[in-house]
Every structure is written in C-alpha cells, then in structure tokens.
C-alpha cells in the first residue's frame, strides 16, 4: 500500500456497463482537486459481471478504490477480503477499497438515499412504495428502515426477491407486493429500476397534501426528468433527486478511498453545473 504522504499516482474508477453516463468521474475529479491530491486519478470502464474477475485481477498496487454500478454491486462482495455490515446485510457493494488485507465492499448508496431524501423534506414517512426488488432496492430498504419506515411494498413483475423481502423482514417492515402499474398510496416511492421499466403511470395516485408532502426519489438518472418524475410532479409530489443521492454516496466513497473528509461543496458545485436546476436531472451533454 502507498503512504499518504507519497507522491506516487493513485487510481481510482467507476465500474459498470453502461457506464458512459456516469457522473462519478465529475465528482470525485472534484474532491481530488479541492483535497490538493494531485497524483489521484478517476476514471470509467465498462465492465459487466464476466468481464469483472479478471478486470479486477489486473490492477496493481497503486489502485486505491473501485465505485460499483449495475451490473456489478452484488459480484463484487464476491471479489472482498472484508465486508462491512451493511454491504452484508443487503447483499450489495457499490465500492470496493484496497487495504492490505485485500478488497473492503461497502455500501455507501444506502447514505446517498438517506440524504437525497432528508434534502427533500421527506422525513417521518410510514409507508414506502419500492419498484423493483434488486440490488439497489436492498439499498434503498435499508434507508427507508433507518429513518423509521414501518412498512413497505414492492411493485415487481412477478414476486419480489426471496433475499430483498428476508432483508426488509429483519429489518422490522411490514412487507407486502404489487403488480408492476398498480400504485398504491404510499408516503414515498423510490423507482430502482430503468424509466422505461415503470409502467401503468397514468394511473398514478393524485395529492394535493401541503404538509409532509408525499416523494419521489428516481435513483436511475439520465439526461432529462424521466416519466415517472413528470407524472409525479403533475400530480403534486415532491421530487428527490437522483443526482443527489449520487452527490451524498460520492462524498462517502471518497472519505473511504483517500482516508480524509470528503470536500461535499466542491463536489456539489461541480454537480450543480452539470444539472438542470428545474429537475435536478443531467443535463443533456454536448455533441
């Protein structure tokens, strides 16, 4: 392992396929800058699940820390030495950290849902609608349970996944499940699945509440608000963004890579460039 003090090159990267809308390398290109770390790089690389073993294999010593997205949060706790507990108990990473023991997994996506909605004002809420019942859905029970969430319904094809319903369960939620387009009233609605992937939206439920206004958090962002987004905010929801939740799981990843407090308005500022005020989506990005 390389000393903090040393002036060799540290690599860090964002893994996943695809991988070519990835704001990661914004946000911790930023963080590296305002921290002074001159020799830290950050980049992407598309990598699915078979290519992963042997992509991971081939690092050397001077790479500091992976961010994980879809397909690759479940493979990687594989690929860890060491599990930290909440990595454990969803089945998730979305960051791998080099130590001398190996591989660390972590999960830091759960923090980035907690905070994208605590800046949205969604606070106190009692029941969660979840659509989809993978891997970032474990994430996103996980922080619905930590800010007190009593119940929660999966909206999924078929039936929820046997391990994300064992997970909720521990966790103390009333678990139950619907059919994909049949909305019930919930508190909040967190959409893990791709926008195309939501069906039924015309039939989503109308509030008109001014106090502890109901929330949509749709963490699969691209360029633009996604269907869900539009129809949520037409029928009078708050919308939490998914850019931040990126923001707040970047900043944790960071303090876990370089060992130092992650610089949170530096990389928020970089963030914000990149992202239409109105929506809090990506803005399109240049041809």
Not at 35 to 45: E, I, P, S, V
Not at 59 to 72: A, I, V
Request: charged fraction near 15%.
């Amino acid at each position: 392992m390389l000393s903090e003090g040393s002036a060799m090159p540290r690599h860090c990267a964002v893994w996943g396929s695809p991988i070519g809308h990835s704001l990661s390398p914004v946000l911790h290109r930023a963080a590296y800058a305002a921290l002074g770390l001159r020799t830290w790089t950050y980049d992407r690389r598309e990598v699915d699940v078979a290519a992963f073993p042997d992509a991971l294999a081939g690092l050397d010593d001077t790479w500091r820390g992976l961010s994980l997205t879809m397909p690759l949060k479940e493979v990687a706790l594989t690929a860890a030495s060491v599990v930290d507990a909440t990595a454990r108990d969803t089945g998730s990473a979305n960051t791998l950290v080099a130590t001398p023991a190996g591989w660390h997994a972590h999960n830091t996506d759960i923090h980035g849902i907690e905070a994208a909605l605590l800046v949205a004002g969604c606070v106190d809420t009692t029941h969660a609608l979840v659509i989809g019942s993978g891997a970032t859905a474990r994430s996103a029970v996980a922080a619905l349970a930590a800010s007190g969430t009593r119940r929660v319904t999966f909206m999924v094809r078929d039936r929820p996944r046997p391990e994300t319903v064992e997970q909720a369960e521990r966790a103390g939620l009333v678990v139950d499940a619907v059919a994909l387009g049949d909305w019930p009233l919930a508190d909040v609605v967190i959409s893990t699945v791709p926008p195309e992937a939501v069906p039924g939206l015309d039939a989503f439920p109308v509030t008109d509440r001014d106090e502890s206004p109901l929330t949509v958090l749709d963490v699969v962002y691209g360029h633009g608000p996604t269907p869900l987004q539009r129809r949520a905010r037409a029928c009078g929801w708050t919308l939490a963004a998914g850019t931040d939740m990126l923001l707040h799981q970047a900043a944790a990843q960071v303090t876990l890579m370089t060992g130092r407090p992650a610089p949170l308005d530096a990389m928020a500022t970089a963030l914000a460039a990149l992202v239409d005020p109105e929506w809090g989506t990506p803005l399109p990005t240049p041809s």
